[in-house]
């Protein structure tokens, strides 16, 4: 597991927002510590945004890109990223490599989306990242599952309003990437938040979940608005039944995709990929970098 430094600090006043964030801090660390320490991505900041409504204590992780302290009039799109242990060191490497070779995406700022302190990951996302209490038979008899429009009520509050109050955010140009039971969470975000995030990547999601009470919800919310929203989703060739999955999440993913675009009509521009030789756990940083590409595809020429 990457270690991130942590910086603290209480949220800087609306007067200073559009002050760059590094100005006040020491030049970030060019060098791992030793010693026996942990290894840290260098560069980055944690920041407490709790939640005042259910107690818990969350932390966002924040990366910025390269030119952000030499470019003080410029504002960035942002990607938020939910299992930030997993996804958010992954993502910004990956970021960082697609632009070695000519700029192939915009820069943009990267966001964390932690799970809940004291908890294990399993945890948090069982409970921040499913629309109903019904999970799956497997589950502990203690797990607890449903807590997504409350999470989701906390993104809304609390963690957007402190990146776009502390960071030069382009608050039109948000992006939600999730994996799973992220990717649920994602779409529940696209049919009942629309205002919050402009694009998405939604990765092998967990269509199944409930009796696939996500297309109940779709069908639900009813037609959607004009403003323009870009999603790119994948899923592994492997994430089926005739493969040994306990789900068909290929056929569901496709299902699922078809339906979300008979709803969008033309503000809805959404690719499906599946992804060859992968599975569930493999299929990830593949899906992620496709998405990078989709979502965030820099202007050519």
């Not at 504002?75 to 490599?97: C, E, G, I, K, N």
């Given at each position: 597991?990457?270690?991130?430094s942590?910086?603290?600090?209480?949220?800087?006043?609306?007067?200073?927002?559009?002050?760059?964030?590094a100005?006040a801090?020491?030049?970030?660390?060019?060098?791992?510590?030793?010693?026996g320490?942990?290894?840290?991505?260098?560069?980055s900041?944690?920041?407490?945004?709790?939640?005042?409504?259910?107690?818990?204590?969350?932390?966002?992780?924040?990366a910025?890109?390269?030119?952000?302290?030499?470019?003080?009039?410029?504002?960035?799109?942002?990607?938020?990223?939910?299992?930030?242990?997993?996804?958010?060191?992954?993502?910004?490497?990956?970021?960082?490599?697609?632009?070695?070779e000519?700029?192939?995406?915009?820069d943009?700022?990267?966001?964390?989306?932690?799970y809940?302190?004291g908890?294990g990951?399993?945890?948090?996302?069982?409970?921040?990242y499913t629309?109903?209490?019904?999970?799956?038979?497997?589950?502990?008899?203690?797990a607890?599952?449903?807590?997504?429009?409350?999470?989701?009520?906390?993104l809304?509050?609390q963690?957007?309003p402190?990146?776009?109050?502390?960071?030069?955010?382009?608050?039109?140009?948000?992006?939600?990437?999730?994996?799973?039971?992220?990717?649920?969470?994602g779409?529940?975000?696209?049919?009942e938040?629309?205002?919050?995030?402009?694009?998405?990547?939604?990765?092998?999601p967990?269509?199944?979940?409930?009796?696939?009470?996500m297309?109940r919800?779709l069908?639900?919310?009813?037609?959607?608005?004009?403003?323009?929203?870009?999603?790119y989703?994948?899923?592994?060739?492997?994430?089926?039944?005739?493969?040994?999955?306990?789900?068909?999440?290929?056929?569901d993913?496709?299902?699922?995709?078809?339906?979300?675009?008979?709803?969008?009509?033309?503000?809805?521009?959404?690719?499906?990929?599946?992804?060859n030789?992968?599975?569930?756990?493999?299929v990830?940083?593949?899906?992620?970098?496709h998405?990078?590409?989709?979502?965030?595809a820099?202007?050519?020429?």
């Amino acid at each position: 597991m990457v270690a991130l430094s942590a910086c603290s600090g209480a949220q800087e006043p609306a007067a200073k927002k559009s002050e760059p964030a590094a100005a006040a801090k020491p030049a970030a660390a060019t060098a791992q510590r030793g010693q026996g320490n942990p290894y840290e991505a260098l560069g980055s900041e944690v920041w407490d945004v709790p939640d005042p409504v259910s107690g818990r204590d969350y932390q966002v992780f924040v990366a910025l890109p390269a030119g952000y302290a030499d470019n003080p009039d410029k504002r960035y799109p942002v990607l938020y990223v939910s299992d930030a242990d997993y996804a958010f060191p992954l993502v910004w490497q990956m970021a960082r490599r697609l632009n070695v070779e000519g700029r192939k995406i915009d820069d943009f700022i990267l966001v964390g989306l932690s799970y809940a302190k004291g908890e294990g990951g399993m945890q948090s996302r069982r409970r921040d990242y499913t629309p109903t209490v019904n999970g799956p038979s497997s589950s502990p008899a203690d797990a607890v599952h449903g807590g997504a429009g409350d999470y989701i009520t906390y993104l809304e509050t609390q963690a957007l309003p402190f990146v776009a109050q502390r960071y030069r955010s382009d608050e039109s140009r948000r992006i939600f990437l999730g994996h799973s039971y992220g990717a649920l969470l994602g779409t529940q975000l696209l049919l009942e938040r629309p205002q919050l995030f402009s694009a998405y990547i939604l990765g092998s999601p967990s269509y199944w979940f409930d009796k696939q009470v996500m297309e109940r919800r779709l069908a639900a919310a009813g037609k959607a608005g004009a403003v323009p929203v870009r999603a790119y989703m994948y899923v592994g060739e492997y994430e089926s039944v005739q493969h040994g999955g306990d789900a068909d999440m290929v056929v569901d993913a496709q299902r699922m995709s078809g339906l979300l675009r008979a709803r969008g009509g033309d503000a809805l521009q959404l690719k499906l990929d599946v992804l060859n030789d992968e599975d569930h756990l493999s299929v990830a940083p593949r899906g992620f970098m496709h998405g990078l590409k989709y979502v965030l595809a820099a202007p050519q020429g």
